[in-house]
């Protein structure tokens, strides 16, 4: 029909004027509530038709225009036309009239109203003889010159043209060839124009993934407006009694032809008026003004004064004036007032929803119920009656509100409209007919929709279901408001096409069925609408060619079958002999000559089904073998979804399970089997002897990998990381994975249990962990003599080392320095005696000192010093060796019975001497006291006591940590070796990592505390001597002056030059040299005679230290006085001769037996100042006789003073004790200070300690901040 009617669509774009054809296109589009009575007579003598309408006006919907227009078929002519609007026939109101006018006053140069358009033209048509618009002489030359001939048309018109262009079939009586609805047809071709535009390259695109898809595996594989309703009449009383939520608003939803628009009325009571302005309204309840309606309704505009959903509908209203207000702004016609609003609101699609989002929604059960009920209601035609009826069922609300809007078509009453929720319920029926000349299928619908509204959250869909019995074509509104789920949304463009108002339904021509059941149906269908079509329509009409592949496994790999289906016809494509497993029905074959078979779809699939399977035959099946992984991969990954795209596939179970649908999930469990940790991965989906291989293809970043059956498993969301994390950080090996269970060292179990969930721990294994983790303190009692000696913090000490012992561990007590080490440790030997021989290392100034604590505390015990001539020292060794083996393994009643020597005392230095002696010993315990003098694991004193062999390894320290990481290493390596692996791999694993700054660095370090937490054990004297004096540190700091300021800073200036030039080679070739340098910068600072033997004796520090000794003095307290420089010492010690105060003097040079007397002696006596070099007198002396501490010079390691000034802070001291350190200022002392500070935090991190790295470890620029 489209192809016959086309000289008619170009008669209108020849006549019309854009703006005309527009408003005609307006007008069409909106046929349903614009055009009545369409209808049309035929002349099939002359193939003629003229076509009638009634058309409503715009700007005055209750106006009617009675429309006509005819057409010559056989010439394709149009021939007449007419109209009743003011616009075509003017004062000539005659049928088929003409104008003849003044060409100045002609209405091309004048204005007219919205309804007054038409075109003119200067030519005069000649309609012939047949025209219905009467008599016109064509040789009439009395006619003005001036005088022109009406030949336009109105819009009015354009529009009945428009329609019956696109949809005939809506004009009665129309008995040409039908066709499909030109909005329909335009719809599919477009849906068919995209497809066909994907499909010029679908084919290329299906072998582009091919490819692909083979190159990505290949990578994974490596790792890589009308009049409101008319009022009621209302009778004259008194105003009514407003009240809080007693005032009411009542919407009504106009349909007009290009929007919705929304109309109010205000009530409250009996009183009700139509709402003039809204704005107006808005803005009062915003400013709370007074206002009156009418003489019953008047009251202050406050939100309290609503009911509920009146409530919410001025929220809405005043939101949608404030969008308004703010767009005029933003475009920048705003002027200072908000948006005007009359009576009615004109509202976006958007705004439309969210209104009727606020009213409540009956379900499809209430809906069917009460359409049945209120069916002849919508019928009732009296006004007052209807407002009534109307109100009445609009307060039938709930508790979200009404259920029901008022609704009224452009000019017409209004009428009650259900909000349902939920989609409209469709059926379609489809039948082939003929009609006129052309055969095609009609589908007919249960429903009749009439208009959408799209919103931002939703859509609604207004919808009549069509009664089976009867059409109800007089009935007023529609039954229902559909607020529809994102389901229907797919067919949301083709539904008003396919349920419109007539009731014959929607015809598609039969060339235009293919086309229909490609792009729509596929439409319903996703939408979860049924459209079966029936055998008759398919046979009528043909049916379109479907492809299925059949996709099976054998000994020999993948198999690949595929056939085309028309119908109820089968054709074997892969393989090409058709008898093949009998795919072709027989019964069929004979018939299967009048299929129409697309070849080129056809020949596509096999070319898809060539490249997915390389082996090939046109005699076979086609296959992918089963030692071709990659192929195989491409098949069961992206080829089953490119032969989806092409057509329907099947497959075998056979086949399915060739790709396991569950991604792996590996977990550890963990148990305990004599002091053991056994490890066993446990997996569901792949055997246990696959485990190591599957762990390496995950490491490896394969996306898959095949086990020995041939399933593949995907390893994209693979649970492998806690099985990958436990194997890397105890180095198991893929064997070892395999063989099920691994079994490691009991110490091994607390860094697992950091890692590995709970529900991978058995009883025993939490058991294991938990007896170390919560020490039993009535497992271990403490020996007789020593109960009323150790404190509580003590005892807990001594049952920690006692677990230890007990689970074969070894373990760092690392308390603060005064805190009692010594006496824990003489604890457990006590406790053991009879195990076996204990060694203590300690340094050789701690030797003696270590003797008389156990003469002390454990006097039972004999103790033999290892000290004097290397034959004296050999001959004790051998004594105790003779001893240890002699006694191995006696034991009585089940019990050691070990009664040689108990302990074994000797210093690191001697020991290193010693080592090869101390091969035939085998002790129970050996204990390193102030065990950072092994931090170095490569000087030989570290080595040399890795090499003695004990049963029970310990170390005590209250610094484990002084410069770096790797100490810690070489402590552990002495208490368990292989707890911490060796020192390259802890290097690569934990310092590096946590030395470097990034994400790594907390992880690793949680790790690695994980690991060595429970072994270590560390109190601080704030946190367990609640009974100790306080400690307080002052910082002293003092001004260079005179010629000491001067040499500082020149010497400053020096190496600061020095140090700015030097390359990095330069540095470390000449760091000895640059690190002394700094070594007489601190000397200066101290006293410039330390450097330059004919400096002044002018010394600022020395001046402090001696007027600080002169206050303590006073005030009767003792003072010790560290320095790093003896000589420094020696010149405090000349100042406080020169004073007459007497003193004390510990350097390097003091021997071991004196330093104890001395300390004794200063203990007991009144002697006032000891002078102490740091190195030599911060460990091992009790000095609480002194309550004063002075560190005259600041030392690169913080831990040093503080050991240092725990000679005096300790158990036994009963002043409070006082710190100063003294600082030369703005030196580089004080920026010692700070770079202490800074290296102290590796050390609090594992042990709560302080620490900070000696000079050596300074880097540059490290340097370079010291001096600036």
Known sequence: MADTLAWLSDELRSECSQPVLQRARGIANQWRSKMEDLHCLNDTASNRITLYATIRGTTSPSSRYEVQATLDFADELFLARYCSCPAFSGSQRGYGSYRTFDYHNSPKYRSFDDDDDYDYVDDYDDFGSGSTYGHVNDDDDSASSTSRRYTGMCKHVAAMLLLFLQQPERFRGFHAAAATPRALADYMRSLDAKSNNAGENAQLDVLKRIINAKSRLIEEQRGASGQGAAKPKRKSSAPVDVKPGSVYLEPTLINGQDALRLSLRIGCGDADYALKNISRFVADMRTGTYESYGKKLAFTHTPDMLDPFSLKLYRFLQQVIASRTAAQLQNGYYYGEAVRVDRELVLTDWEACDLLDLFHAVTQDEYKEHESKARGFLRTSDGDGLRRLLIEDFQRTKESGPSRIHMANEGGEPFGLDIVEGDPTFTFKASYVHEGTASGVRITSNQSISDVINGRNGFYVFSRERPDDSTETDRIGIDGLFRCTDKLRPALQVLPDLCSDDPDGVFIAENDWPMFARTIVPKLTEAGIGFDIPQEVTEAVGTECRIEFYLDRDLYGITCEAVAKYGDFTFQLVPTAKELRGVINPDSRSRASQVKRDLSRESFAVQVVRQLCPTWSSIDVARVKEEDEQAILLMLTDGVQILKSVGQVFSTAAFDGMMQPNPPSVKVGLSIDSNLV??????????????????????????????????????????????????????????????????????????????????????????????????????????????????????????????????????????????????????????????????????????????????????????????????????????????????????????????????????????????????????????????????????????????????????????????????????????????????????????????????????????????????????????????????????????????????????????????????????????????????????????????????????????????????????????????????????????????????????????KKRRVELVDEFNGNDVPVFLISLKAGNTGLNLVGASVVVHADPWWNAAAQNQATDRAHRIGQTQDVNVYQIVAKDTIEERILKLQEKKNELARQFTDGTASGGVGTLSKDDLLGLLS
């Open 678 to 1151: 056994e490890i066993s991965p446990i997996a569901d989906e792949v055997p246990m002897n696959e485990v190591g291989a599957l762990l390496d293809s995950y490491r490896r970043k394969r996306r898959y990998h095949r086990l020995k059956n041939g399933t593949f498993v995907d390893l994209k969301e693979a649970d492998l990381h806690e099985l990958d994390q436990v194997s890397t950080d105890l180095d198991l090996s893929e064997k070892q994975l395999d063989s099920g269970i691994i079994k490691i060292p009991g110490y091994q179990a607390f860094l697992l249990d950091s890692q590995v969930d709970d529900e991978g721990k058995s009883a025993s294994f939490v058991d294991y962990v938990n007896n170390v983790k919560i020490v039993d303190p009535k497992r271990y009692e403490v020996p007789e003599r020593l109960k009323t000696v150790l404190r509580p913090y003590q005892v807990e000490g001594f049952q920690w080392l006692s677990t230890l012992w007990d689970k074969g561990f070894g373990g760092i007590l690392a308390d603060e320095m005064g805190l009692g080490k010594s006496v824990q440790l003489l604890s457990l030997i006590e406790a053991r005696k009879g195990n076996g021989p204990s060694l203590i290392v300690c340094p050789a100034s701690l030797v003696y000192n270590w003797a008389a604590e156990c003469e002390k505390f454990a006097g039972d015990l004999t103790v033999e010093v290892v000290a004097g001539t290397k034959a004296q020292r050999r001959k004790a060794i051998a004594t105790v060796a003779a001893q240890s083996q002699e006694n191995d393994g006696a034991t009585t009643n089940g019990a050691t019975t070990y009664d040689g020597t108990d302990v074994v005392i000797t210093s690191y230095d001697l020991l290193r001497r010693d080592v090869d002696d101390y091969a035939a010993c085998h002790f129970a315990l050996m204990a390193l006291d102030e065990a950072q003098y092994i931090k170095n694991h490569a000087t030989k004193v570290a080595k040399s006591v890795k090499q003695v062999t004990a049963d029970h390894r310990f170390a005590l320290t209250g610094t484990p940590i002084e410069n770096r990481l790797s100490e810690l290493w070489s402590i552990f390596d002495f208490l368990m070796p292989g707890l911490l692996g060796t020192y390259t791999k802890f290097r690569e694993k934990y310092e590096q990592p946590i030395m470097a700054p990034g994400p790594e660095h907390s992880v690793m370090a949680d790790k690695l505390q994980a690991l060595v937490g429970l072994f270590i054990k560390r109190r601080l004297k704030k946190d367990v001597l609640t009974d100790l004096p306080d400690k307080f540190e002052n910082v002293l700091t003092v001004k260079l002056e005179g010629e000491q300021r001067k040499l500082y800073a020149a010497h400053e200036q020096r190496l600061r030059a020095t140090l700015t030039k030097a390359s990095d080679a330069d540095f470390n070739t000449k760091k000895i040299r640059i690190l002394a340098e700094f070594t007489l910068l601190r000397e200066i600072c101290c006293d410039p005679r330390l450097v330059y033997a004919d400096a002044k004796n002018a010394s600022a520090k020395l001046d402090a230290i001696a007027e600080l000794v002169a206050t303590c003095m006073g005030e009767g307290k003792k003072v010790l006085v560290f320095s790093q420089f003896t000589s420094f010492l020696e010149l405090i010690g000349a100042r406080l001769a020169e004073q007459g105060v007497e003193y004390y003097t510990i350097t390097g040079e003091t021997p």
